[in-house]
């Protein structure tokens, strides 16, 4: 039997429990709130590897109007608040996986680091490798999808550090070339030219060139995906019979960019090329059913993609808290 509540009666209900029990001078309700959060990562088993996510925070982007074309804003915003997300401001996470094999930490991507571009929710992921008993000293390999600021960025501290000591250095020769030319500083890239030769440059002579299908490091396999950047690659990441793939930035967001995947994105170098590549990846993830983390995608990142319709859906994957 089911028992019909109406609005009315559910607010009456919890104004006389409010009344009589959240009020009532127990000492619960005069506990200090805490003010504080869980740890920034999360850990899953990837057949013999150990894979720890960490965070290097919250990614604001603003009002998506200008950001993600291809759509009218009233698509967009429809698209948002239909999936209950803020339609004027965009906020994207910063996933980072650091896969132990055993023999080697590996490290994909740095975030932010000093750099206070997209506000002060950035720069985290020191702590929360600190948060998940990760030292970084003890990383073996740093892996990147690509040489944007919010990728190359926690290479080295505010004072020029190495943060990162016995690493090497893994990138695309075509990306890092781009990024670090010292002629595209005079143009609207300035600010992520400064910032990858600020990262990239204090470990050039430790730097390796990944090439495309290119099994790097044993387990990691670049694929290219170029349009976001010249040398954007995502990894398939590999370990038994277990596998998934590190996006990087393939799709920025898990509703505008999966619905409507040919949609362009501002940031993009080349976003038809982006699209081009954004689908063709896509359509191969979800034919063979291969888990996905993605980058910028709400925390932890983990997931499946799926064909729906002309574009694709992704379902996150429950988080487990045992390993």
Same mark, same amino acid.
């Given at each position: $039997?089911?028992?019909?509540?109406?609005?009315?009666?559910?607010? =009456?209900? @919890?104004?006389?429990?409010?009344?009589?029990?959240?009020?009532?001078?127990?000492?619960?309700?005069?506990?200090? *709130?805490? +003010? @504080?959060?869980?740890?920034?990562?999360?850990?899953? $088993?990837?057949?013999?590897?150990?894979?720890?996510?960490?965070?290097?925070?919250?990614?604001?982007?603003?009002?998506? *109007?200008? @950001?993600?074309?291809?759509?009218?804003?009233?698509?967009?915003? *429809?698209?948002? /608040?239909?999936?209950?997300?803020?339609?004027?401001?965009?906020?994207?996470?910063?996933?980072?996986?650091?896969?132990?094999?055993?023999?080697?930490?590996?490290?994909?991507?740095?975030?932010?680091?000093?750099? !206070?571009?997209?506000?002060?929710?950035?720069?985290?992921?020191?702590?929360? $490798?600190?948060?998940?008993?990760?030292?970084?000293?003890?990383?073996? =390999?740093?892996?990147? /999808?690509?040489?944007? %600021?919010?990728?190359?960025?926690?290479?080295?501290? +505010?004072?020029?550090?190495?943060?990162?000591?016995?690493?090497?250095?893994? %990138?695309?020769?075509?990306?890092?070339?781009?990024? @670090?030319?010292?002629? !595209?500083?005079?143009?609207?890239?300035?600010?992520?030219?400064?910032?990858? !030769?600020?990262?990239?440059?204090?470990?050039?002579?430790?730097?390796?060139?990944?090439?495309?299908?290119?099994?790097?490091?044993?387990?990691?396999? =670049?694929?290219? =995906?170029?349009?976001?950047?010249?040398?954007?690659? %995502?990894?398939?990441?590999?370990?038994?019979?277990?596998?998934?793939?590190?996006?990087?930035?393939?799709?920025?967001?898990?509703?505008?960019? #999966?619905?409507?995947?040919? $949609?362009?994105?501002?940031?993009?170098?080349?976003?038809?090329?982006?699209?081009?590549?954004?689908? !063709?990846?896509?359509? #191969?993830?979800?034919?063979?059913?291969? #888990?996905?983390?993605?980058?910028?995608?709400?925390?932890?990142?983990?997931?499946?993609?799926?064909?729906?319709?002309?574009?694709?859906?992704?379902?996150?994957?429950?988080?487990?808290?045992?390993?």
């Amino acid at each position: $039997m089911t028992y019909p509540v109406s609005r009315r009666s559910l607010f =009456a209900l @919890t104004a006389g429990l409010g009344a009589t029990t959240l009020f009532s001078g127990n000492a619960l309700a005069r506990e200090p *709130k805490l +003010g @504080t959060q869980s740890p920034y990562f999360h850990r899953f $088993m990837l057949g013999d590897a150990e894979v720890t996510v960490v965070s290097d925070g919250p990614l604001p982007l603003g009002n998506p *109007k200008g @950001t993600f074309t291809g759509a009218s804003d009233d698509e967009i915003k *429809k698209m948002l /608040t239909d999936n209950f997300l803020n339609p004027d401001n965009i906020v994207l996470e910063q996933n980072s996986p650091v896969v132990n094999t055993g023999d080697k930490l590996v490290l994909f991507d740095t975030g932010m680091g000093t750099a !206070r571009t997209f506000g002060p929710t950035t720069g985290r992921q020191q702590k929360s $490798m600190a948060e998940a008993g990760i030292k970084p000293e003890d990383i073996d =390999a740093v892996v990147f /999808t690509h040489a944007h %600021i919010d990728h190359i960025g926690g290479v080295v501290d +505010g004072s020029g550090k190495v943060l990162f000591p016995n690493a090497q250095y893994y %990138i695309a020769q075509s990306d890092f070339d781009y990024w @670090t030319d010292e002629g !595209r500083m005079s143009g609207p890239l300035k600010e992520f030219v400064v910032h990858a !030769r600020k990262n990239l440059l204090p470990v050039r002579d430790r730097l390796v060139f990944y090439r495309d299908g290119q099994e790097f490091l044993p387990g990691i396999q =670049a694929l290219a =995906a170029p349009g976001h950047t010249v040398g954007h690659h %995502i990894f398939m990441i590999s370990s038994g019979d277990k596998s998934f793939a590190f996006l990087g930035d393939l799709t920025h967001h898990q509703i505008l960019l #999966m619905e409507r995947p040919r $949609m362009e994105f501002s940031y993009d170098t080349d976003p038809k090329q982006a699209a081009e590549s954004r689908v !063709r990846m896509l359509d #191969m993830l979800a034919a063979n059913k291969i #888990m996905v983390m993605s980058y910028h995608y709400p925390w932890p990142g983990l997931g499946h993609v799926v064909k729906s319709g002309e574009g694709f859906h992704y379902l996150p994957q429950p988080m487990q808290m045992l390993l």
